[in-house]
């Protein structure tokens, strides 16, 4: 790793400059800052072209937004003396901006005579402001005043821009590019404790708050490690911690707090820093309009420009504006978007976390949700493992809780992708019987998840409508869903691969593949999954592959037709109306169970007690199952000891599922509501 000591310092720090005559954006003194922290500096060894960096005459120093250059550079300077150069704020660049600059500065004596150099800080801005013409026309100036020196210049700039630097300064000077990497653990723990003295004078406690903040950015690590270091290594990211810190008296109660898994730091806050320091780059453009600078380029409007980059579509129309400073917007977006932090300069996200937020904005803007839909259900158990925070926060914050259809198997898909071996999560979508018309469209919506080592699982609910498509892609797990009025489609490919238990009923049932995998979940004895619909239709053309111990049974109008003939069942319905209620009560009581710690059958207590599942029989029936030993509770939970089931009831687990109840069945059932 190239650094201040081993680098900057050896190659620049003879350098020395008489006092500057005033030119706009040129400095001969920059503050060190009291928080630097150094990042990762590494040659680029694709477009070194085998110079040695310490020998060569211009130096490009490259990274993704949010990185860092800016601040890597002023201290650069400000440690060996060199002239700093902001083309943010300097006038824009042409073909003699340099060597006119060092003319009107007074400095064309110190550089004639080699003792001093220059440091020219946003490449990218300067971009931005002028056309690519002068913009080559400024290097060429930069090159022809290189040819001859021992001192290099050093320029910064986003990915980008330098690579059009490189373009056009390597056949004309020897050019080394260096790359800004990402703060690991250690250092991410150096920079931010750094950000959190800035923010207040002294602390009473500044061990605990160095642990706090440890703890928090593991904790954010976890939740981003398929990322590396990359999203946890942006500066931002490291300052909202720092903020986050900083708000909290006592920094002991917070690391309790984290410890006992709350999250104190949301992937949601981090992002929202970056986007609002991307805005902050309107300062570098003077609008006619001042006003334009609170209007334009907001979080919101980044969000959506990145959609159309990555997912496809228009761009969103720019709000009204002269031409002139429509020309002046358009000319920044032009390299603003391409050279976002959340793109990795590909048109693609540069993280998972981002390509999250990017999606989520997709589905739920009408234009874009259907092309996102079809894209993620192309991904099938390789779901986004963040994209059900954001979303999960984006209905939350707007009030209304309401998870679309559509979007109902996406949201699901990304939560199971953050499991872990042992860890549990199951969809449940219910529709109240006993609810009016207008409310019997719409469906109860719960999602389970159950952690390692939390003793209670997370319960995270919320409402869909029942007429709309439930797109389930093509690996479904652990789902009950009742909606008789919806339909819902499977399968988004060649193949689909249900993972028991899995219930379905629905109007209308879709199958899109040709190859149907029925397979039991891991390591426990209970494997049933169950499609019942008025209507179906799909392409199966092969018998269904049926795998271990799990069962299928499917039951639609034509189902005992191939190549559904050996799954095909009947409902049986009994002839006492009161009776067959009672049993829709037990099947419902028994298949809320979902496995749980060391493969034991379990529901939250509060969810078999709840109105909608004791209505009617349902309370006598849930009595007489804890009666008979058949469900247990603990206070919390109710676990259901599925040999007693079957030897009480004569029923099994699968046969709940599959609504196969014989005689002794039927006749617990009439004991059970007298």
């Not at 020395?16 to 005033?22: F, H, I, W």
């Not at 937004?65 to 824009?92: C, H, N, Q």
């Not at 979940?521 to 169950?530: C, E, K, Y």
Request: contains cysteine.
């Amino acid at each position: 790793m190239l650094t201040l000591e081993n680098f900057w310092l050896p190659l620049l720090g003879n350098a020395t400059a008489s006092p500057l005559k005033e030119v706009t954006g040129w400095f001969a003194k920059i503050p060190a800052l009291s928080t630097f922290v150094e990042a990762p500096l590494a040659l680029n060894d694709e477009l070194t072209n085998g110079h040695d960096a310490r020998e060569a005459k211009v130096l490009l120093i490259s990274a993704p937004g949010a990185v860092g250059k800016s601040t890597l550079a002023k201290e650069i300077a400000a440690r060996t003396g060199v002239v700093y150069i902001d083309l943010a704020i300097a006038d824009a660049v042409g073909a003699n901006t340099i060597s006119g600059g060092l003319a009107k500065s007074g400095l064309f004596n110190d550089w004639s005579e080699q003792r001093t150099t220059l440091l020219i800080d946003g490449l990218d801005e300067a971009r931005l402001r002028v056309t690519q013409e002068a913009f080559e026309a400024f290097l060429r100036d930069v090159a022809s005043l290189c040819i001859d020196r021992h001192l290099p210049v050093i320029m910064f700039g986003r990915t980008g821009a330098v690579q059009d630097a490189w373009l056009v300064m390597e056949s004309l000077v020897s050019v080394s590019v260096l790359e800004i990497g990402y703060y690991d653990l250690d250092t991410a723990i150096d920079f931010t404790c750094a950000q959190l003295e800035n923010t207040r004078e002294g602390s009473s406690h500044p061990e605990a708050e160095r642990n706090a903040i440890a703890l928090l950015l593991e904790k954010l690590r976890d939740e981003t490690k398929s990322d590396g270091t990359t999203f946890s290594g942006y500066a931002p990211v490291l300052q909202a911690v720092a903020e986050r810190v900083a708000k909290e008296p006592n920094p002991s109660a917070l690391i309790a707090s984290v410890e006992k898994g709350e999250k104190p730091v949301t992937l949601q806050t981090v992002v929202a820093a970056i986007l609002e320091r991307e805005r902050s780059k309107l300062s570098s453009i003077t609008f006619d309009d001042p006003a334009l600078n609170n209007q334009l380029y907001t979080p919101d409007e980044q969000l959506l420009r990145l959609v159309a980059r990555v997912i496809g579509g228009n761009q969103p129309s720019s709000m009204a504006m002269s031409s002139s400073d429509a020309k002046k917007y358009d000319a920044a977006l032009s390299t603003w978007v391409p050279e976002h932090p959340f793109l990795n300069g590909r048109d693609q996200p540069s993280s998972a976390v981002f390509e999250a937020m990017i999606l989520v904005t997709a589905l739920l803007s009408g234009t874009t949700s259907e092309t996102a839909v079809k894209t993620q259900l192309a991904r099938g158990a390789a779901a986004n493992p963040f994209l059900a925070d954001f979303y999960y926060d984006a209905i939350t914050r707007d009030g209304s809780r309401n998870v679309p259809p559509e979007h109902l198997g996406i949201v699901y898909s990304s939560i199971r992708a953050r499991l872990a071996i042992g860890e549990t999560a199951n969809l449940t979508v219910e529709v109240d019987e006993s609810a009016s018309e207008e409310e019997a469209l719409k469906a109860d919506v719960e999602i389970s998840v159950v952690k390692k080592g939390l003793v209670k699982g997370q319960l995270i609910q919320f409402s869909t409508d029942q007429v709309g498509t439930f797109y389930l892609g093509s690996h479904i797990e652990d789902v009950l869903m009742t909606a008789p009025l919806s339909r819902v489609e499977i399968g988004a490919g060649t193949e689909a691969t249900l993972v028991a238990p899995v219930d379905i009923e629905c109007g209308n049932l879709v199958i899109n593949a040709s190859k149907l995998v029925v397979e039991g979940p891991v390591g426990h004895r209970f494997g049933s999954v169950s499609l019942v619909a008025d209507n179906y239709q799909g392409g199966i053309v092969s018998v269904p592959a049926v795998r271990n111990e799990t069962t299928l049974s499917v039951i639609w109008p034509g189902a005992r037709s191939h190549p559904w003939t050996n799954f095909a069942s009947e409902v049986r319905v009994a002839k006492d109306a009161r009776i067959e209620e009672a049993l829709r009560r037990f099947r419902k009581f028994v298949i809320a169970f979902r496995s749980h710690s060391k493969g034991s059958l379990a529901r939250l207590k509060d969810k078999l007690d709840h109105e909608r599942m004791t209505k009617g029989t349902g309370q006598a029936v849930l009595d007489y199952l804890v009666k008979h030993e058949i469900i247990a509770t603990d206070g919390t939970m109710y676990y259901l000891d599925p040999d007693r089931l079957g030897s009480e009831t004569g029923a099994t687990y699968a046969d709940c599922v599959t609504k196969n109840f014989q005689a002794k069945t039927i006749a617990f059932i009439e004991k059970a509501i007298g």
